[in-house]
């Protein structure tokens, strides 16, 4: 078993006649041919829209059910100049679809007002008091994004009160869709758009383009905020895979070509100094963005991500970056009291960890369930106190869709919505119990022996000596931007001997730094693992290791050098 405890498993390595033909078509060697082919890309076509795709590969946004009826409506309320409101989600993705449609807006319809509900006092989604307020102000038209698509009731609230609704939203729909003039969401059962996992961004993106050609406005605006379509697909962790991939590498042409003044100032306060990757999204800006409305009102972020001033961005980021150092500390306890409950009594949460702290703060508890996922590959559900009810978010493992899952359990929760993977659930405390048990019966009866193993996936076995500079460009850069479904490519090597001058690194010692030596090829490569320090004993005195890694290049001084960057271990004696 490997250090890590996971199982891995080395994908199919034949190389086809398709394969060969592919590497005919694109002048590859067929091994780089194979990392396409084992993505998709299995033609000259394919691999042009996913090197260099342009707006035009994007698929026809009148193709999404109700976008038609969306921009009828919209083009009516600016020609009548009645007044509309962009009500979006606190996280990353609400704010920049608000961001989007606000920066679209104001260049040509200043008619239009933003609101993002506040977490504690609110809640998420459409709430009675932000459609008060949308009545107080005379809204003739609310346009709900990154929510409302099971917002039944809220949405007749509308109604009653005299305004119209548009909900464009990729939550996966209840059995009844809302009372609305229009609800653009991919996952409806009868829209037939090709692809059904967008952001709620995109989609926004996508109206702002029917809106601009219904009005005859320069498109090339709308393409000039694709930053915050990037932002909102890598923060969101939908799928980097068709339409997705397509948007998110437009995006970060933007973000690293013409960044707004917001998204340039929080490059800057995250120090980030080389091309931002959709690792930066996910780890640095995306976290940040977040910490807004997890600590404070997510009302910063929104004015980070529309102001065209650099003073005023540079002022608002270096706000939010107090706010995330506050962030990471709060949720660091909180996820180590909740660590410590799991490993008190492991066979309570054989099949679901659901846990609940009174005091646990709410803007947290999302990222508290990802890191319990992480220790314990189980489906994990944090929940906390919010007035009368408990609020919980889920997260899961690829084998367990915590939607459904939920879903079996709705005779016993107050409310819920979200993805497959990610979702948020609210229940009466007196149901916590009931619902544990309940959950955990219906993973049980999902799961299989399989469920639970961690499981790493490798491209290919190669040797040290196979690892060139094109082969680690392909892997890195060229792939980008990688995320779920279109993952960094790992790699296994077998019977590696450890050099003596492997030790420990780090001001606190906590990452290694191995010289590897391959015998059989007399090949030598130095490796880091990061936060695997406790390892280190184990490795200086094994015979031989087998590896499995991504690959990268270590930049000191100005000289580059190979390096792997370890994923596991296993020893051989």
Same mark, same amino acid.
């Given at each position: ?61 009148? +193709? ?186 437009? &995006?970060? +042409? ?137 609020? &919980? ?112 690194? &780090? ?25 695997? &320090? ?40």
């Amino acid at each position: 078993m490997s250090l890590e405890q996971y199982e891995w498993i080395l994908k199919q390595q034949e190389i086809t006649p398709d394969i060969l033909e592919l590497s005919r078509q694109l002048d590859f060697i067929p091994s780089y041919s194979a990392l396409l082919y084992n993505r998709g890309i299995t033609s000259f076509e394919l691999a042009r829209k996913f090197f260099k795709p342009t707006p035009e590969d994007l698929y026809n946004p009148f +193709q999404l059910a109700d976008m038609d009826k969306a921009v009828d409506h919209l083009s009516e309320v600016i020609r009548m100049g009645k007044k509309i409101m962009f009500y979006g989600d606190y996280d990353v993705d609400g704010t920049t679809s608000v961001a989007l449609m606000s920066r679209f807006f104001r260049t040509f319809y200043p008619n239009f007002t933003t609101y993002i509900p506040d977490r504690y006092t609110e809640g998420y989604g459409l709430t009675s008091v932000g459609i008060a307020k949308a009545a107080a102000e005379k809204v003739h038209t609310i346009v709900a994004l990154d929510c409302g698509i099971k917002s039944l009731a809220l949405a007749s609230e509308i109604g009653r009160l005299g305004m119209h609704l548009i909900v464009v939203d990729h939550h996966t729909p209840g059995a009844v869709l809302p009372e609305a003039v229009a609800v653009v969401d991919p996952k409806r059962p009868d829209c037939h758009y090709p692809f059904k996992e967008l952001s709620a961004c995109g989609l926004a993106y996508k109206l702002a383009l029917t809106l601009a050609h219904r009005l005859e406005l320069d498109p090339e605006y709308v393409h000039s905020m694709l930053d915050l379509v990037a932002l909102s697909i890598g923060a969101d962790m939908v799928p980097l895979v068709d339409e997705n991939r397509t948007l998110m590498k437009l &995006g970060l +042409q933007v973000l690293n070509q013409h960044p707004s003044p917001g998204l340039q100032a929080l490059i800057t306060s995250a120090g980030i100094k080389t091309p931002v990757t959709s690792h930066h999204i996910g780890f640095l800006l995306g976290p940040r963005i977040n910490a807004a409305g997890r600590i404070e009102h997510a009302n910063l972020a929104l004015s980070l991500l529309t102001t065209d001033q650099p003073c005023q961005a540079n002022q608002i980021a270096q706000e939010i970056e107090k706010l995330n150092t506050e962030r990471k500390t709060t949720q660091d306890l909180i996820a180590s009291e909740a660590i410590h409950m799991v490993k008190h009594n492991p066979s309570r949460y054989r099949y679901a960890i659901v846990l609940q702290g009174h005091d646990w703060l709410k803007g947290v508890i999302g990222i508290v369930a990802a890191r319990l996922v992480e220790e314990f590959h189980r489906p994990a559900i944090v929940f906390t106190r919010s007035g009368d009810f408990l609020v &919980g978010s889920a997260r899961s493992i690829l084998t367990i869709n915590i939607y459904d899952a939920l879903n079996f359990c709705s005779h016993i929760i107050h409310q819920f919505g979200g993805h497959s993977h990610a979702a948020g659930v609210t229940l009466l405390p007196d149901n916590f119990e009931l619902f544990f048990h309940s959950i955990s019966e219906v993973i049980k009866r999902q799961a299989t022996p399989e469920t639970f193993k961690k499981k790493l996936f490798a491209e290919a076995e190669i040797k040290l000596a196979d690892i060139d500079d094109k082969l680690i460009r392909l892997s890195t850069t060229h792939l980008q931007p990688t995320g779920i479904g279109n993952p960094t490519p790992h790699y296994i090597s077998r019977n590696l001997k450890v050099l003596n001058n492997s030790r420990l690194i &780090g001001s606190d010692q906590s990452h290694i730094k191995l010289y590897l030596h391959e015998p059989e090829t007399n090949t030598y490569i130095q490796a880091v693992w990061f936060s695997k &320090g406790h390892h280190f004993p184990h490795i200086i005195n094994a015979g031989t290791v087998d590896a499995i890694y991504t690959l990268d290049f270590n930049t000191f001084n100005g000289h580059s050098a190979k390096q792997l960057k370890l994923l596991d271990l296993k020893i051989n004696p």
